[in-house]
């Protein structure tokens, strides 16, 4: 069974699901759209997530530019997700805004009650009503919440004013929906998020890969940086992205092993990627191996990124943010997957490895751990000999 990561969340959006539309009475505003003909001028696209998720509605955005090209789409993103849609023809505005909640907030999960958390929330206000006063001027004609959030579909999607709101009720807020769906965890992210746009009627069947668009200045650093690092095209360049979060991260000592085999059975090139963030881990994964890696984690941009892995012969990673970029590409991926469902955020270039406990599918802090480690218990079950078997096959396949 899926469980969400805050019954508290969950529990408190019910509550005031019940309560909120005593007050604002939401059904007489959605009533007046009933009967009438649906023009689309303008749309918001509330996604205020981590850059994966961001990555993964690039899909709905071309669907709904190419349905509705007249129509002006506003996209409210978290700053640090912003980069993913740059140079993308498929949008018209971004607004970046980033709540005291969730992803965008390193300890945000930290503070949850006492005078720390009123004092957070306070001094969000301003800058959530200064929001709220843009938005509104917007006079938007439909907003999209993807996330299925009490907090988006009530703050952002009902007070801006749009006269219709498509969404999800993952955590409460059906009442302020106009057209309310039944969110299917045994379907892909991408086709959950499309079919927000089949409540629209329109066809989504030919929508189906996530886009990241490079530039020639991206293209042309990283070929530059290739062959500063004296890698061609002829080398076989393996690309590791070993972070994530850590019930989804595979222990350091098994990727320097994995390193370790790579260039002593296939004479590999190493790279490892990753944020600034991972930069410490990355390290210690090279110091750990016996092999020259070369370390690039902290030194890309997220199209900068793209272009490398369009020019290497195979990435490794876990499920996060870079398996969506590298979804975004051909590259052949072996993504390393742990309590999460690999069909749910999986592309159609990645292999995935998974060794399922009788828990799974979840994501949890309740996660089953090894024990007196940090690691999960299903993903550590992964051994280097299951991503070797993987290779040869590839291998085998292209000669």
Known sequence: MIQTRSKLKKFFGRIADFILPVIFRPQRKFKKLCGSQRILRKALVIRLDNMGDVILLTPFLECFKSNYPDCSISVLLRPASAPALENNPRFDNIIVHNPPWGTGNRGARKIHSGFASIIKYASYMPNYLYLLMQLRKEKFDIAFDARGDFRNIFLYGYLSGSKEII?????????????????????????????????LGADTRDYKKVKLYPGARDEAYVGNLLAEMNISAEDFSVCISPGAKIIQRWPEQKIAALINTLAEKYGAQILISGTRDEYGLARQIAA???KDVHVLTGKLTILQFTALLKRISLFICMDTGALHVAGATEVPTICLFGPTSSKRFGHDNVIPIQKRQPCFPILHESCQK??????????????????VEKIDKLRQARA
């Open 370 to 387: 090894i024990p007196g480690s940090i690691y999960g218990e299903c993903i550590n079950l992964i051994e280097v000999k299951d991503i």
């Open 167 to 199: 969404g999800y009720d993952r955590t409460g807020g059906s009442k302020f929906l106009s057209t309310h769906l039944s969110f299917d965890y045994n379907k892909s992210e991408i086709e959950n998020n499309l079919d927000l746009l089949k409540a």
């Open 288 to 290: 750990m191996s016996k």
